[in-house]
T-cell receptor, first 116, second 112 residues
């Protein structure tokens, strides 16, 4: 199946700093990617839809100025958590639909963010 | 909006027995129903999916059934093995926007 990678797999940062997470589709092009966050023992919560060549669409309650999304190319989307605080600590996961294969979405391995 | 309910939240079965996880959805326009397996610290992995024009799909020990009238779909795992232990999520989507509506997840525990 299609492969989606994320980098880094984990990051620890100090409160107030910014962290960038990359999501890449390795063997297919993705005009759309999705960013989720997941708290322990909970389901995935959609944060935003990243669109290549246009602005991201954010879900209600997600601060677009805090979670900056840039879909730089057909294979790369980045999520930047600006001025991170301990409550931003979470598991961030991206996904991309394989447009040539129907509705299937393929997920990255996730990024564990810990803000001290 | 669309809502997906998943039951049970935790399921413990003896190795070799079968496991069944059930989901119901609210939007009759939903037409794609994937199941994902998530191991601790990893991203979800698609294990099987079904579209609204099909009633059942099977892949080795895993099967999914869909009842459009009742708006529910189920995951069946037969001959369970220790490596089946994980959290399983159902989801539903419709149209071409690819957005998934997720169930709350089921923690499957396989007892040796």
């Amino acid at each position: 199946g299609a492969v989606v990678s994320q980098h880094p797999s984990w990051v620890i940062c100090k409160s107030g700093t910014s962290v960038k997470i990359e999501c890449r589709s390795l063997d297919f092009q993705a005009t759309t990617m999705f960013w989720y966050r997941q708290f322990p023992k909970q389901s995935l919560m959609l944060m935003a839809t990243s669109n290549e060549g246009s602005k991201a669409t954010y879900e209600q309650g997600v601060e677009k100025d805090k979670f900056l999304i840039n879909h730089a190319s057909l294979t790369l989307s980045t999520l930047t958590v600006t001025s991170a605080h301990p409550e931003d600590s979470s598991f961030y996961i991206c996904s991309a639909p394989n447009l040539g294969g129907g509705n299937e979405q393929f997920f990255g391995p996730g990024t564990r963010l810990t803000v001290l | 909006g669309e809502n997906v309910e998943q039951h049970p939240s935790t399921l413990s079965v003896q190795e070799g027995d079968s496991a069944v996880i059930k989901c119901t959805y609210s939007d009759s326009a939903s037409n794609y129903f994937p199941w994902y397996k998530q191991e601790l610290g990893k991203g979800p992995q698609l294990i099987i999916d079904i579209r609204s024009n099909v009633g059942e799909k099977k892949d080795q020990r895993i099967a999914v059934t869909l009842n459009k009238t009742a708006k529910h779909f189920s995951l069946h795992i037969t001959e369970t093995q220790p490596e089946d232990s994980a959290v399983y999520f159902c989801a539903a989507s419709k149209g071409s926007n690819y957005q998934l509506i997720w169930g709350a997840g089921t923690k499957l525990i396989i007892k040796p």
